[in-house]
């Protein structure tokens, strides 16, 4: 089955890159608080299927990171608790003083927050909890984040991370996530920034890219080699878009997700990334 995310990492690489993240959104901090000493705001875009892109995309997502760490405690294990209302407000009205937004972006914002939210929990315990073996150890709280992490709740994480349940849901997890059949091989671009550097690199006055071809194209390594299971997948597609209704590829179900024989959560399309909702990517024009 393909995986949900973009991307999949083991242990240390999913490590490296929350630690990267979290010294990104502490430098694009700065650069913010620069910007409001001076009364200025960074404008803020988006894709035709209301994606965050660039100029400033990146910026945005890595501030939202650092915000959802200042105002979210790191037990949370529930993004839709009316015990995070506060939070999520202060995060919402943080990004309101430093980017032109629309109010009707408020729900986009939060869904990545808590989207952001699950890799700092992990990174902690994978690099605080446990030693090079995966087995857990005896660890005092951290002082780097001693300022957004209280000793009470530190203390309760770590009580959390060692229950035996949560042990058990996460090894689950982890093995599931392990070995993607179809690996995301773009890191840290998202499909909304790999379709806009596509877009721009062929010099298309398309908006948007068939999904089935944006999924192939975020399967591509530095290399440039495609695998054959993924060029298979993109045939197929290619295939069944040329008999396939498009009534019935609106139905539910895109091309991509019937080809991989896989069903579809409901309020996303496969192969285009966070955001993208099956009204925003099959809306008529």
């Known amino acids: 089955m393909a995986s949900n995310q973009d991307d999949t990492h083991d242990a240390s690489g999913s490590r490296n890159n929350v630690e990267n993240e979290i010294k990104r959104g502490l ?6 608080i620069r910007a409001r000493d001076k009364g200025e705001k ?12 660039e100029p400033n995309g990146s910026m945005l997502a890595s501030y939202i990171g650092f915000l959802v760490r200042q105002h979210i405690p790191i ?9 995070l209302k506060v939070g999520k407000e202060k995060i919402w009205s943080e990004i309101q003083r430093s980017f ?26 994978n690099k ?18 001693a300022e957004i992490i209280s000793a009470e709740e530190w203390d309760n994480f770590v009580a959390k991370r060692r229950n035996e349940k949560f042990h058990e849901v996460s090894d689950k997890n982890r093995k599931r996530a392990s070995k993607p059949a179809y690996p995301y091989k773009k890191g840290r671009t ?26 192939k194209a975020a399967r591509v390594g530095k290399d440039v080699a495609v695998v054959e ?9 290619e295939t069944l878009s040329q008999t396939l209704p498009s009534t019935e590829v609106q139905d539910c179900r ?32």
């Open 254 to 285: 895109s091309l991509l997700s019937r080809v991989l024989n896989v069903p579809e959560y409901s309020g996303r399309v496969r192969g285009k990334g966070f955001g993208v909702t099956p009204s925003s990517f099959y809306k008529k024009p």
């Open 27 to 32: 430098t694009v901090m700065k650069s913010i």
């Open 100 to 125: 032109h937004i629309d109010e009707s972006r408020q729900k986009y914002c939060i869904q990545l927050a808590g989207k952001r939210l699950r890799g700092f929990p992990s990174f902690l315990s």
């Open 128 to 145: 605080f909890l446990k030693d090079e073996e995966g087995k857990f150890v005896e660890a005092e709280r951290p002082m780097k984040y």
């Open 75 to 83: 037990t949370c294990n529930n993004w839709r608790s009316p015990e």
């Open 229 to 237: 299971a993924v060029q298979n997948v993109y045939d197929e597609c």
């Open 42 to 53: 960074f404008e803020v875009h988006w894709s035709a299927e209301d994606q965050l892109i």
């Open 190 to 215: 998202g499909y909304a920034r790999l379709q806009q550097r596509i877009l721009a690199e062929e010099k298309s006055d398309t908006t948007s890219l068939p999904e089935h071809v944006l999924w």
